[in-house]
């Protein structure tokens, strides 16, 4: 089989992969991050996502000279006291026709004390340490939007934002809470890799309930 022929078949493949993946990050107390591409509503599988090895390295917000150390299906970097974020637009490739690429930033976030938003799609904390959040983009609260959040115990349950973009998450159990948004921008962008006709904007927020 040539060249010409995979290209079609990898397009297929890469489309799906990107939109359904995501990148999100997960800190102990003041240990390192660990930030992982995959899907957060699913059981990691042993030695991480088959999609892992695209991600190589996602750009910390604040800023770290440590390095990122590969470990099995996660990035682990040491960091600052505090929130963490981190984006990254190179994870996969643009796809689909020349004049009609398409391409996929993420942007993620573990913890809530800062009740702001530091990314251009970010999932913030209304109030420092509290369950409800507001969905930012570009600066400006995004209503009606879908919000999913995902407990400890892997359940999910669908939200929606209000006309302020906020939204309460009920955090029924202990643990590691995953929250996750997307937004689809037709009018493209420019990434790292290239601009796009359509962009795929994808944020996460983790957060711990003792």
Same mark, same amino acid.
């Given at each position: ?10 397009? =297929?493949?890469? #489309?799906?992969?990107?939109? &359904?993946?995501?990148?999100? $990050?997960?800190?102990?107390? %003041? !240990?390192?991050? /660990? ?74 976030? =573990?913890?809530? #004390?800062?009740?702001?938003? &530091?990314?251009?799609?970010? $999932?913030?904390?209304?109030? %420092? !340490?509290?369950? /409800? ?78």
């Amino acid at each position: 089989m040539t060249i010409r022929y995979l290209t079609p078949i990898f397009l =297929a493949l890469a #489309a799906p992969a990107a939109q &359904a993946h995501e990148v999100w $990050i997960e800190r102990d107390g %003041a !240990g390192p991050a /660990r930030i992982y591409l995959g899907e957060p509503a699913e059981m990691l599988p042993q030695g991480g996502d088959p999609e892992f090895d695209h991600l190589k390295a996602p750009k910390l917000l604040p800023a770290s000279k440590a390095p990122l150390a590969r470990k099995a299906g996660y990035l682990e970097v040491a960091v600052a006291p505090g929130d963490v974020r981190a984006h990254d637009d190179t994870v996969f490739e643009p796809w689909g026709p020349a004049d009609k690429k398409e391409g996929v930033a993420y942007f993620a976030r =573990a913890g809530r #004390a800062e009740p702001r938003a &530091a990314m251009p799609f970010e $999932i913030a904390p209304v109030a %420092a !340490g509290g369950n /409800r959040f507001v969905l930012i983009r570009d600066g400006k609260p995004v209503g009606d939007a879908s919000v999913t959040a995902i407990s400890p115990e892997k359940w999910s349950k669908s939200l929606k934002t209000d006309a302020q973009g906020m939204f309460d998450v009920p955090a029924r159990e202990k643990g590691r809470y995953i929250l996750t948004a997307s937004h689809k921008d037709e009018n493209g962008g420019q990434t790292s890799l290239g601009k796009v006709a359509v962009l795929h904007s994808i944020a996460t927020t983790t957060f711990i309930v003792d």
